[in-house]
C-alpha cells in the first residue's frame, strides 16, 4: 500500500475514535506545551539578565577589597583596608584607556526627615558615578567633585527613598535629611532604574561623597571598591589585568601572595547570572520532559489497545494481502500522526501560554525555534518509538489467530 | 465440467489446487493435536468442490492451508503449479491478494466503512492501482453479486444475505482463479443461502472460476459439482455429484 493511503487509512481510523484519539493526544499537547514554556520562561529570564546588565554598561570594571585574614581565618569580602582612593587616583593616572573613576564605600543607616524615615544603603561615590551608571537626576543635580573634595554632607536620594521620605513624585531638593545624626541637604532625586539583575531595588539607595561616608559616617580611610569605566573599543581583559599588576605594585604584594582586591568585568558577573538562569531552564524544561514521555506511554498504551480491539481487522487485511510490512506501517503512521498532531497543537498552545504569561505576570518569555523544532522533533521520536511495539505486535500476528480472535 | 477428480497421474488441465500429503498438527500446551492426516487431492479449472464433514473432521483447517492463511506442518500444496509451501511472507501475501478470493462465514467486513471501501480493500494491497480504476473495479464487483446500488451503504444498512455479497465482491476484485469459502451461509437464513449459492454458481458457471467451499450443510454441497467428505483429518469419500441443485 503506498505511504500517501496507509496515511489517509490511518486518518480515518482516528477519526472512529475521535474522543479516544483527543484524550490521548492531550497528553502530547500538555507535555510539548509543557515544554516550550519552560523554555520560553527560561530564555526570558536570561535574555532579560542580560539586557540588564547591558543596559548598566558593558564596558565597566569592578574593582573591590579582597577578603583578607590572619593564617587560617578568613574574613569576608571587602575586609580588607588597603583598598583606598588614591588607588583609584592611580588608575585613572596610568591605566591607558579610562574614562571615569569611582570610588566607593557603602553603609546601610536609618534616614530620618521631617515627614518620615527609612532605612536603606547609603552609598558612597565619586562625581564620576552618574556618568558611568548612566543615571541622570530626575531633580536637582549630581554632587560634585568639589564636595568631594570638601566632604559636604549633601545626598541624592534614589526615587524610592525620596517617594518613601518626601511622597511619591515630590522635589525634595534643599530639604534636610539626617543620617547617622547629621544633617545632609537633598541636592537631587535620581530617575528611577528599577530592579538590579539580582534583585535588589537600584532605586532604594541614597548617594553622598565617599569622602563624607569616610570622615562623617564611618571614620575610615579605605573604600571598599572601585568602579572604573573604558573608553569605547578597549579591551577590558587588559584593562583588568593592567588595574590588577598596578594594584599588586601599590599594596607592595610579593610574588606568590594572593591578591588583597578583585577585579571583574559586569560580563563575567553576567554569564555567572546566565550560568544560574541556565540550569534552572534545564531543570524546568526536564520536569516537563516527564510529561512529554508520560504523554507517549499513553499513546502506546491506546495503540495496544487499538491493535487487541482491531485483532479481526489486522487478520482480514492480512487474508486479502497485506504484507507484515503493511500492517506495521498501518500502525506506526497512526501512532505517529497522534503525536504529530498532538505535537503541533501543543507547540500553539505553548506560544499562546507563553504570551500570556508575559503580559499577565510580566514576566519575559521567549519561544526560540530550537525549542519548537527540539519538541517536535521529540513527539515524532515518541510516536515513533512508543508505536513501535503495538505495530510490530500487530504486523506478526498469523491470519488464521487473528481472524479467529473474540 | 467435469465433474472427475483427477490426480495427477492422470493426463488433463493443470489443476488449481494440488495437494500431497498435506498434514497439520496443532500443539496445545504440550498435547499435539493432529487436525490433518495426509490430504492428498487435485482440484482442476472450473470446478466448484464442496468439503463437507463433521465438526473437528480437518475440512476448515484444510481451508485455511488453502487460503495461505495457514502453514501446513508437512507435506506439499501447489497452487497453479507452484509450491506454496516454500513461499516467505511477502509471496504469500501477494498469493492471498492476487490469486485467491477468500470469503469467511462472518462476513469480515470493515464497520463503519461503505461497501465501495471494503471490496476496494485489497486493491490497495495489489501495488499502485490508480484511485478510478480501484473505483470501476470495485462498482464492477458490487455489479455482478447485484449491490451495484449500494455502495455507498455501510454494513450495518445491510441485510445479512448483503454483507455476504459484499464480501464476495470483495474476494472478486482482484479477479482471482481460486474463490474460497469458509461456511458462507453459515449465518444466514434458507432463502438468503439459495440467493448466495446462486451468486457462487453464476460465477462458476459463466465465468469458470474454481470454487471450493466448506459447508455441513448436504444441501449446499450439492450445489457443487464434487463433494469431499473429511473424516478424522482424512479424505473419507470424493465423489462427483450427480444431480446438480441449480439455485
Redesign the interface.
Known amino acids: 500500500m503506498s505511504i500517501w493511503m496507509t496515511f489517509i487509512v490511518a486518518l480515518k481510523a482516528l477519526r472512529r475514535n475521535a474522543m479516544r484519539t483527543a484524550l490521548t493526544a492531550l497528553g502530547m499537547i500538555i507535555g510539548v506545551a509543557a515544554v516550550i514554556v519552560m523554555v520560553a520562561i527560561g530564555t526570558g529570564a536570561s535574555s532579560s539578565i542580560q539586557a540588564q546588565i547591558r543596559s548598566a554598561g558593558s564596558n565597566i570594571v569592578m574593582v573591590t577589597a579582597g577578603s583578607g585574614g590572619f593564617g587560617p581565618v578568613r574574613q569576608g569580602q571587602g575586609a580588607v583596608t588597603t583598598l583606598t582612593a588614591d588607588d583609584a587616583e592611580a588608575i585613572r593616572r596610568e591605566i591607558p584607556g579610562v574614562r571615569y573613576v569611582s570610588p566607593g564605600l557603602n553603609t546601610r543607616t536609618q534616614i530620618v526627615a521631617a515627614t518620615g524615615n527609612w532605612n536603606t544603603q547609603v552609598q558612597g561615590a565619586g562625581p564620576d558615578l552618574a556618568a558611568i551608571r548612566s543615571w541622570p537626576t530626575q531633580f536637582g543635580s549630581f554632587f560634585t567633585e568639589d564636595d568631594v573634595t570638601a566632604a559636604r554632607k549633601v545626598a541624592v536620594l534614589g526615587s524610592v527613598v525620596r517617594d518613601q521620605l518626601f511622597g511619591v513624585g515630590s522635589d525634595p531638593t534643599g530639604e534636610i535629611v539626617r543620617i547617622k545624626n547629621q544633617p545632609f541637604q537633598v541636592i537631587g532625586v535620581l530617575t528611577s532604574k528599577g530592579q538590579a539583575a539580582m534583585g535588589q531595588d537600584q532605586d532604594d539607595t541614597v548617594l553622598v561623597p565617599f569622602t563624607t561616608v569616610q570622615k562623617r559616617l564611618m571614620g575610615v580611610q579605605h573604600v571598599t571598591n572601585i568602579t572604573v569605566s573604558a573608553e569605547n573599543g578597549v579591551p577590558l581583559d587588559t584593562m583588568t589585568d593592567q588595574i590588577a599588576e598596578l594594584l599588586r605594585l601599590r599594596h607592595k604584594l610579593q610574588p606568590g601572595t594572593d591578591d588583597d582586591f578583585l577585579v571583574r568585568t559586569l560580563e563575567e558577573m553576567a554569564s555567572v547570572l546566565t550560568s544560574t538562569t541556565n540550569t534552572m531552564t534545564y531543570l524546568l524544561a526536564g520536569i516537563a520532559a516527564v510529561s512529554l514521555i508520560v504523554g507517549g506511554i499513553g499513546i502506546m498504551n491506546i495503540m495496544l489497545v487499538s491493535v487487541t480491539e482491531r485483532t479481526r481487522e489486522i487478520g482480514l487485511r492480512l487474508a486479502v494481502g497485506a504484507r507484515d510490512l503493511d500492517v506495521l506501517l498501518q500502525f506506526l503512521v497512526e501512532s505517529i500522526v497522534l503525536s504529530l498532531v498532538g505535537g503541533a497543537i501543543g507547540i500553539a498552545l505553548g506560544f499562546g501560554i507563553s504570551f500570556a504569561v508575559q503580559r499577565v505576570m510580566q514576566w519575559s518569555a521567549v519561544v526560540t525555534p530550537t525549542a519548537v523544532a527540539m519538541s517536535f522533533g521529540v513527539a515524532a521520536a515518541v510516536g515513533v518509538f512508543f508505536g513501535f511495539y503495538p505495530a510490530r505486535k500487530a504486523a506478526r500476528l498469523n491470519p488464521i489467530d487473528a481472524l479467529r480472535y473474540e | 465440467m467435469t465433474g472427475g477428480h483427477s490426480t495427477a497421474d492422470v493426463a488433463g488441465p493443470r489443476p488449481v489446487i494440488s495437494t500431497r500429503g498435506l498434514t497439520k498438527i496443532y500443539d496445545v500446551g504440550e498435547v499435539q493435536v493432529p487436525a490433518l492426516r495426509g490430504v492428498s487431492i487435485d482440484v482442476v479449472p472450473g470446478e466448484f468442490v464442496a468439503l463437507t464433514g463433521p465438526s473437528g473432521s480437518g475440512k476448515s483447517t484444510f481451508m ?1 492451508l488453502l ?1 495461505c ?2 502453514l501446513a506442518t508437512s507435506g506439499h500444496y501447489f497452487l497453479n503449479g507452484k509450491d506454496v509451501s516454500t513461499l516467505g ?2 509471496e504469500l ?2 498469493v ?3 490469486e485467491i478470493g ?1 470469503v ?1 462465514q462472518g462476513f ?1 467486513l ?1 464497520s ?2 461503505s461497501a465501495l471501501e471494503n471490496v476496494e ?2 486493491l ?3 501495488g ?1 492501482v490508480p484511485a478510478a480504476e480501484r473505483r470501476d473495479r470495485a462498482i464492477a464487483a458490487l455489479t455482478a453479486v447485484g449491490l451495484g446500488d449500494r455502495v455507498d451503504h455501510h454494513p450495518n444498512q445491510l441485510s445479512g444475505g448483503q454483507q455476504q455479497r459484499v464480501a464476495i465482491a ?1 474476494a472478486l476484485v ?1 479477479d482471482p482463479t481460486l474463490l474460497l469459502a469458509d461456511e458462507p451461509t453459515g449465518n444466514l437464513d434458507t432463502k438468503t443461502s439459495v440467493e448466495v449459492m446462486g451468486i457462487f454458481q453464476r460465477l462458476n458457471i459463466e465465468r469458470g472460476i474454481t470454487i471450493v467451499l466448506v459447508t455441513h450443510e448436504a444441501d449446499i454441497a450439492e450445489y457443487g459439482t464434487r463433494i469431499i467428505t473429511f473424516r478424522d483429518g482424512v479424505v473419507l469419500n470424493d465423489s462427483a455429484i450427480e444431480h446438480r441443485r441449480i439455485a
Open positions: 485455511h487460503g492463511l495457514d511472507s511477502r501475501a501477494r492471498r491478494n492476487q477468500f469467511f469480515n470493515l463503519r466503512t480493500l485489497p490497495l494491497y495489489a499502485h470483495r482482484n
